[in-house]
């Protein structure tokens, strides 16, 4: 965490390697954050993005003691994804729909903080007393948003407040039914039962990623999921572990391309397009092309549209699509070497 104003001497992993006068690939490949005596990341563990507290770091690469910034809680704290969970006392991925309530999304803080032309990466941090006040104002049944409305009127939540709020429904009931949803929130049915599917197969595929030694069906049934609503669920973990189990990859391809200038740094989202898997990088200006689009279907390719890269439907075709690969998964290298060069590719993906 940041502790409550120290946001000022927040470092990435890019500030380090500036400070040791390297390129941060190599930096990241030498391992020189995990020397011995190395200050640890502020990240809480398993953090996409490190960050560090310069003050550590600079007494550290000065030979200096390293300062203790521990201290106690504050309502000023600075927590990123994990430890805003944690304090809330719900899984990450519980916190990612969470995340969208004005309640919280109106308070993130991003750090570093960035001038014109800084493309570091920033991570979405929120005061710990928000969370503490969010926590503490959750509603309740008949308390929410939606109380008093008609039955049958329609989705009357606003669409990035609906997960979350079916994930404290959830919260409080794991048998909760998509009925009991559309009564409480004033949904659609099929609103109610698609954000019930999506939300117990990622709490699936937390558990079975904590206990590998669980099937998804036995998950399903320690987490106290109707054996009705399991093959929904089951279906929408499943997708939920192959998206897992690609963004590594594909993370890697996002930080190759930012540190050639190729895109400015950040986490890539994976997302559900019709019955597969695609991801977006938007490229900086001056790039041969608007984006890239990686599709689990066909690899790599160009994309023309900065706000709608992967589109609908089949293979798109045409001006400005290039397939840059055979290969679904090649190397970062490979794809920065095809998206450079105009000559490479294809107009139409390979399978």
């Given amino acids: 965490m940041i502790r409550a104003g120290r946001a000022g001497q927040v470092q990435t992993m890019a500030d380090l390697a500036a400070s040791q006068k390297m390129s941060l690939g190599r930096f990241r490949n030498t391992k020189q954050h995990l020397r011995e ?14 960050l560090w507290d310069a003050e550590q770091t600079s007494a550290f690469n000065a030979g200096d003691p390293i300062p203790d910034i521990t201290g106690p809680d504050s309502d000023e704290d600075l927590l990123d994804r994990q430890e805003a969970a944690a304090e809330l006392g719900v899984t990450a991925r519980t916190w990612n729909s969470y995340r969208y309530d004005p309640r919280l999304s109106e308070h993130v803080v991003l750090v570093p903080e960035r001038a014109a032309g800084d493309d570091r990466p920033q991570v979405e941090h929120w005061p710990r007393g928000v969370i503490r006040a969010f926590k503490a104002g959750r509603p309740g049944k008949g308390q929410g948003p939606t109380a008093g409305k008609p039955k049958g009127s329609g989705d009357m939540v606003p669409r990035d407040q609906i997960v979350p709020l079916i994930a404290e429904l959830l919260d409080g009931d794991p048998a909760v039914t998509a009925a009991a949803v559309v009564d409480e929130l004033g949904v659609a049915m099929t609103t109610a039962m698609r954000g019930l599917a999506q939300l117990r197969g990622r709490r699936i595929a937390d558990l079975v990623e904590a206990e590998p030694s669980l099937s998804l069906d036995a998950a399903a049934a320690r987490l106290g999921y109707p054996a009705i609503t399991r093959r929904r669920a089951i279906a929408a973990a499943q997708d939920e572990q192959r998206r897992r189990a690609v963004q590594p990859y594909l993370q890697d391809v996002a930080d190759a391309l930012a540190e050639a ?17 695609a991801a977006a990088i938007v490229l900086q200006p001056g790039q041969s092309a608007q984006a890239v689009v990686w599709d689990e279907r066909y690899g ?17 075709e045409g001006e400005g699509i290039r397939y840059l690969s055979a290969d679904l998964q090649p190397k970062p290298a490979d794809v920065l070497e095809a998206l450079a060069d105009g000559r490479r590719g294809r107009k139409r993906p390979a399978r």
Avoid: N
């Avoid at 005596?37 to 490190?50: C, F, W, Y």
């Avoid at 200038?261 to 019955?275: C, F, I, M, T, W």
């Fill in 300 to 316: 790599w390719r160009t994309a023309t549209s900065r706000r709608h890269p992967i589109g609908k439907g089949g293979a798109p």
């Fill in 37 to 50: 005596g190395h200050p640890a990341s502020i990240s809480s563990p398993g953090a996409k993005t490190l």
């Fill in 261 to 277: 200038g190729a895109a400015e740094a950040g986490e890539v989202e994976v997302l559900q397009s019709g019955d597969h898997l």
